[in-house]
């Protein structure tokens, strides 16, 4: 596990953007698990801006590691977000494009993903394996959307799982742990003061860290890596 702390949320995100870039550079096809919610925003206007002539993007194929189970036009919707900030500046092949179906029945969606996923990409003995999954961790501790109350998801057989947020009770559909810790490459973005408690109680393995899903990730084979701003990192040691 490799941290990297940066000044604030932009400097993670050109850091990021960089590391990105140099992903697939030997790589004739490259599947990328994006994640929702604000710090992934700043580093897609960054990709977009300042990397895009560096990547070919005809190469990425592009999932969510979660997805709100909303409509594709909701401004819930991760998918909606990502076209906002990075399709809609970027020449991105629509077939690389593999949006969850937020706006179909919950767990017959989380049944096609995971099929999907079979299908789609290498196998890790026998999971699927991403090349890169992005992860956000929320002030909870959930990750995907996983969160604390529903912590069992995570050592779930499926490759993909239907959740429920605790506090507004929206379902998502998320990828779980066997498929996270398959992944070749694994990339936490955590900005804010507010993330700060539960990262320095699983960097530091406090008691009971382990009941923050973001503490299982550990990739079988591949690398793990936090991206932080000060905000994020203040008292890890
Ligand atoms: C989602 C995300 C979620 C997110 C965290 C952190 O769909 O909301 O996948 O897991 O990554 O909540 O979000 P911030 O980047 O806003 O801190």
Redesign the pocket.
Known sequence: MELKIYKDKNEVAQHFSAYFSELFKDKSTFHVAL???????VVFDVLAADFSSKIDWTKIHFY?????CVPPSDDES?YKMTMEHLFSKIDVPKENIHRILGEKEPLLEAMRYGGLLEKNLPSQNGTPQFDLVI?????DG????IFPHEIELWDSSRNCEVAVHPDSGQK?V?ITGKIINAASQVAF????S??AEKVKAIIEKQEDFKKYPASLVSPDSGNLIWFLDGDAATGIS
Do not use: F
């Open positions: 994640s929702g919610g604000s710090t992934p925003k969510w590691g979660d997805e709100r991760n992860l956000g961790m929320g002030d959930h990750t995907a959307s998502r998320t973005l955590v900005t804010g507010g993330k």
